[in-house]
T-cell receptor, first 107, second 113 residues
């Protein structure tokens, strides 16, 4: 089993719709969690950290479920500019990136 | 102002050559990283330095040698380049330790022919 797993997608989402996807991790000692977005041929950019109580940043909501060992990202009111690959990152001292979930927002 | 910069942006070279990629950050961070992203887009950590000391050294061929002259710079030297080294190499930095948010450079696209 991979240490950090993501559904590769693509998730094809109509503009204005909501999309959500998860990232599972295997190490129960994981302490830090992040979501990054990566556009084609660009560097990963931090989207948001994920806190135990869950957190929201505009149209983006991140949740952490320690019992089931996954984090989630929900995007509301999707925009065309949200089309990207979303990478989850889990750290237990060692950093591990997921392979990414591709989201394609269509007009 | 560029926070994390890398040079060169593109590098095309022949097998067997030796090349270097440079990275600089002006964020005042203590920790810097090198990542490799292959054609399948999987981002894999190679090395991490904290205050010029190596703290992470993943299973990477010893043809790859990082060097950190100071905490704002982390360079990557690659000897005897192989076809399989073709990838995008990203430098990143974070405040102290590996549990913090990371900021990435624009990447160096290495093509070995």
């Amino acid at each position: 089993r991979k240490e950090v797993e993501q559904d590769p997608g693509p998730f094809n989402v109509p503009e204005g719709a909501t999309v959500a996807f998860n990232c599972t991790y295997s190490n129960s000692a994981s302490q830090s969690f992040f979501w990054y977005r990566q556009d084609c041929r660009k560097e990963p950019k931090l989207l948001m950290s994920v806190y135990s109580s869950g957190n929201e940043d505009g149209r983006f909501t991140a949740q952490l479920n320690r019992a089931s060992q996954y984090i989630s990202l929900l995007i509301r009111d999707s925009k065309l500019s949200d089309s990207a690959t979303y990478l989850c990152v889990v750290s237990w001292g060692k950093l591990q990136f997921g392979a990414g979930t591709q989201v394609v927002v269509t007009p | 102002d560029t926070a994390v910069s890398q040079t060169p942006k593109y590098l095309v070279t022949q097998m067997g050559n030796d090349k270097s990629i440079k990275c600089e950050q002006n964020l005042g961070h203590d920790t810097m990283y090198w990542y490799k992203q292959d054609s399948k887009k999987f981002l894999k950590i190679m090395f991490s330095y904290n205050n010029k000391e190596l703290i992470i050294n993943e299973t990477v061929p010893n043809r790859f040698s990082p060097k950190s002259p100071d905490k704002a710079h982390l360079n990557l030297h690659i000897n005897s380049l192989e076809l399989g080294d073709s990838a995008v190499y990203f430098c990143a930095s974070s405040a102290s330790g590996t549990m913090r948010e990371q900021y990435f450079g624009p990447g160096t696209r290495l093509t070995v022919t």
